[in-house]
C-alpha cells in the first residue's frame, strides 16, 4: 500500500510506517509485550509512605501527608501556595472559580487540549473561546491570541468584553502541551494588556520550566495534574498554585468545603467542593516527588535518543523543546510532514503493531458536539497538528537506547 507523494518542487518522497517503526525501534529496543504510552514508576519512598499512612489510620481527607505533599510541590515549583486536590480537571476549575469566572463568562484557551480543560470552563457554566496553537510549542499561538483579541476583544468599565457575543471575557487559559511551555512572556502581556486573569493548564508540565522559572509559578493561577499517566502520580490528584497568599487561603477554602474553623461546629460560608485530595494518595505523592529528578533525568535522556533517531528521515520531525525553555518531555511527539498525514493512521496502527503504544493527537475541542458551537478565531494550525502528530511511548522506564 504505498503512496507516491511528490513535494512542491515535484521531488518524489516517500515515507514508509516501517521508517518510523525502525527509528522508534533504534531508539528504545524491542518491546517485550506492549510498550504503553506512559507508565508510572514506583521506585522509591511508594510502600513505605503508604504503610505509615495506613497504620496511622489517617488515609482520607486530613493528615501529615497532604501537608507534606503540598510544602514538596511549593519547594518545586517556586509558588508560595499549593493546594492539593482530588484531580486536575477539579483544580482547574476551582482556578476558574477563583480566578472569577462567572456563568455566561468565556474563557479563552486552546482546540488543542486534553477535554479537562474546556470541561472546567463549562463548569462555571461559561463557554470556552478557542484560539490557533503554535507549531513550535504546540500550545496556544500568543500571535493567534493577539489577532483574536484585536478582533472581537473591546474593553468595558465592566471588563473585557467578546463585541460578537456581549460575553465578558473572564480568562486565558494556556495549557503547557507534552510538557512543552507556551511562550508564557507574550501571552502574560496579552493578558495584562487587556486586563483579563491568566490561568495555566500545567497538567502535564511538571518540571518543565520557562525562561529558568518553573512553569505554573507565573500566572495568578495554575494547575497540575497528578493522574497515573503524568509524570509524578497520586494514583489520581491534582493541585493549585499561586503566588497569592489570600487567594492560597481562598483556594483551600473552597475546595474543603467551605468549612469555618470551629471545634465542633459545622458552618460554610458559600457553596464549597469536596475537592480535598486523601492523605493516602498525598502519601503516594511525596514518594513520588522525591524521584522527579530523577525521571526527568530519564525522560529528556530518552526524547534526545528519539530526537536523534528522527533527525536523518525526511518527512518526519520530532517536537523539541521551544526556545529558552527545558520541557519535562511528558510526552514525545513527531508531527509528519503535511504531505504525508494522510498516512497517519498506517503509522498509528504500524506502530501499535510492532508494541508501541503511539497515540494520535486529541480530537479539537470544536469538534465534540458539546463544544461545537462555541466561538473560535481561525484554527488551522491546531488542524494541521491534530492530522499530523503522533505520541510515542515516553515513560521514565524505558531505557533510551545509546547509539
Ligand atoms: C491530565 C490533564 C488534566 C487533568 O486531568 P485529571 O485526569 O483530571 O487529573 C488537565 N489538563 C490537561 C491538559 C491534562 O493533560
Avoid at 510544602?71 to 482556578?95: D, F, P, Q, W, Y
Avoid at 486565558?172 to 493548564?201: C, K, Q, R, S, Y
Avoid at 495554575?222 to 492560597?248: P, R
Avoid at 503511539?358 to 484554527?379: E, K, V
Amino acid at each position: 500500500m504505498s503512496e507516491v507523494v511528490v513535494d512542491s518542487s515535484g521531488t518524489r518522497v516517500d515515507l514508509e510506517p516501517k521508517t518510523i517503526v525502525d527509528a522508534v525501534r533504534r531508539a528504545v529496543g524491542t518491546p517485550n509485550g506492549m510498550l504503553g504510552l506512559h507508565e508510572p514508576v514506583f521506585a522509591g519512598n511508594e510502600v513505605a509512605y503508604l504503610e505509615e499512612c495506613i497504620k496511622s489510620t489517617f488515609v482520607s481527607s486530613v493528615g501529615p501527608f497532604v501537608d507534606r505533599f503540598e510544602r514538596m510541590l511549593e519547594e518545586v515549583t517556586g509558588t508560595k501556595r499549593a493546594v492539593a486536590v482530588v484531580n486536575g480537571t477539579a483544580a482547574l476549575h476551582a482556578c476558574f472559580r477563583l480566578a472569577g469566572v462567572e456563568p455566561g463568562d468565556e474563557v479563552i484557551s486552546p482546540a488543542l487540549t486534553f477535554i479537562a480543560t474546556t470541561n472546567a470552563i463549562a463548569y462555571c457554566g461559561a463557554v470556552p473561546h478557542f484560539v490557533d496553537s503554535s507549531l513550535e510549542t504546540l500550545g496556544m499561538d500568543a500571535r493567534a491570541l493577539a489577532v483574536r483579541l484585536e478582533a472581537i476583544a473591546q474593553k468595558t468599565a465592566t471588563g473585557t468584553i467578546n463585541r460578537e457575543t456581549g460575553r465578558r471575557i473572564a480568562a486565558i487559559a494556556p495549557m503547557h502541551t507534552f510538557g512543552h511551555p507556551v511562550d508564557l512572556d507574550a501571552i502574560a502581556a496579552l493578558a495584562d494588556e487587556w486586563n483579563i486573569a491568566l490561568v495555566e493548564d500545567a497538567a502535564e508540565s511538571l518540571g518543565s520550566t520557562y525562561k529558568g522559572h518553573p512553569v505554573g509559578s507565573q500566572a495568578r493561577l495554575a494547575a497540575l495534574s497528578f493522574n497515573g499517566n503524568k509524570i509524578v502520580t497520586t494514583g489520581g490528584g491534582g493541585a493549585i498554585l499561586t503566588n497569592d497568599e489570600a487567594l492560597g487561603r481562598r483556594a483551600k477554602h473552597l475546595t474543603t468545603t467551605a468549612k469555618l474553623p470551629h471545634k465542633w461546629a459545622f458552618i460554610h460560608d458559600e457553596v464549597g467542593y469536596n475537592y480535598r485530595l486523601p492523605n493516602l494518595n498525598a502519601a503516594l505523592g511525596c514518594a513520588q516527588l522525591e524521584q522527579l529528578d530523577g525521571f526527568m533525568a530519564s525522560k529528556r535522556k530518552l526524547a534526545a535518543v528519539y530526537e536523534r533517531a528522527f533527525a536523518h528521515i525526511p518527512g518526519v520531525r520530532f517536537s523539541r523543546e521551544p526556545k529558552d525553555t527545558t520541557s519535562n518531555y511528558w510526552l514525545n511527539a513527531i508531527l509528519l510532514d503535511e504531505a504525508h498525514a494522510g498516512r497517519r493512521d498506517e503509522v498509528l496502527a504500524a506502530l501499535n503493531d510492532a508494541g508501541f503504544g503511539a497515540r494520535p493527537a486529541w480530537t479539537l475541542m470544536h469538534r465534540l458536539p458539546m463544544f461545537a458551537q462555541s466561538p473560535r478565531g481561525d484554527l488551522s494550525t491546531a488542524e494541521s497538528i491534530e492530522r499530523r502528530l503522533i505520541n510515542l511511548p515516553s515513560s521514565a522506564s524505558i531505557r533510551a537506547r545509546d547509539e
